[in-house]
């Protein structure tokens, strides 16, 4: 992949960072019950470090925005990054908190329960975005994960639009919203110049009260009537729906042997940063961060999960050899 200049396409990734603690046991404890785990696992992840790395292993030239505690976690989120070749110049340090924490306990059905606590990622802050203001004007995509604190989210959002920065923006609620029934986004949200919801997200942000594949193309619509550029709802096995000014395309999913669906978000969103920082074709676009998300779902795990970008275009040569 090559970007402008000659030079290997840059992407800059705004997202949350966490450590997801892991135990294994028998069954999950109800109020005022002990029981014995089995197994511990503890892995960096969160949207931040997980698109980043998948545009990384998509051959950009990667940084992360990101904010972790004064705790040893940062520093295993740090090498797992580096590890990766992201650039963790703008992972900053709170040291007052901790890093972000998910706890999942999963039953010996596989059913899981999970507490999160959002840690340092409640404190990033519009200077934080001003210290990054340099690299982001030098990038050729901005993808950001929307649950941060919506002043930090808005201040990166006002960045790339001062800096011609093409926005990918995954409107996942900011860190005050989480919890509450109303949806209410800063209107900066709706000039992003692709907006990637999942069908639930967008059905929420539009007050749509099915969510189906019929109404995702009224639910796009709808989006870029409010400002969008092109809205990608993303639908899991059904595919997704891509909506802009000209027309509406479903992007069927592809078929795999599914073994976990985690990092299947997070791959999508990593892959469509990568492919849009060196062409300019939506659907392409689309559909090879489809098959980034695909093949995420084929391997347990998050990071350890990400397909490269070989794995990826040997997908779609495979789709496209099935078709002829």
């Not at 689309?286 to 490269?308: V, W």
Request: aromatic share 4%; charged share 20%; proline share 4%.
């Amino acid at each position: 992949m090559d970007a402008k200049h000659g030079r290997s396409p840059k992407v800059v990734v705004i997202g949350g960072t966490y450590v997801d603690m892991a135990i294994r046991c028998g069954q999950i404890p109800s109020a005022g019950q002990k029981v014995t785990g089995s197994a511990l696992s503890y892995t960096t992840t969160g949207p931040g470090p997980n698109q980043a790395i998948e545009a990384s292993l998509c051959g950009c030239e990667v940084y992360l925005i990101s904010k972790v505690g004064g705790d040893p976690f940062a520093q295993m989120a740090r090498n797992i990054l580096a590890e990766n070749k992201v650039n963790t110049d703008l992972v900053y340090t709170a040291e007052a908190k901790n890093t972000g924490l998910v706890v999942t306990l999963v039953n010996a059905e596989g059913e899981n329960a999970s507490c999160y606590y959002p840690g340092a990622n409640s404190a990033l802050q519009t200077l934080d975005i001003s210290e990054a203001e340099q690299i982001i004007s030098e990038s050729d995509v901005c993808l950001i994960h929307g649950q941060l604190p919506t002043e930090a989210i808005v201040s990166a959002l006002r960045c790339a639009e001062l800096y011609g920065v093409k926005v990918i923006l995954n409107p996942a609620r900011p860190l005050e919203q989480q919890g509450q029934k109303e949806c209410d986004l800063p209107i900066e949200y709706f000039k992003s110049d692709i907006l990637i919801p999942n069908l639930y997200e967008a059905a929420a942000i539009t007050e749509q009260s099915t969510a189906n594949i019929r109404t995702a193309k009224l639910i796009g619509s709808d989006l870029v009537a409010r400002g969008v550029g092109t809205a990608i709802i993303t639908m899991g096995r059904r595919g997704c729906m891509v909506v802009d000014r000209n027309s509406a395309d479903h992007i069927p999913a592809f078929e795999i042997e599914l073994v976990d669906h985690t990092g299947r978000g997070d791959a999508f969103a990593g892959a469509l940063a990568a492919y849009c920082a060196v062409e300019n074709d939506i659907r392409a676009a689309a559909k090879f961060a489809s098959a980034a998300g695909a093949l995420a779902c084929t391997k347990f795990g998050s990071i350890e999960a990400l397909p490269t970008k070989a794995d990826i275009i040997e997908m779609l040569q495979k789709e496209d050899i099935s078709q002829q």
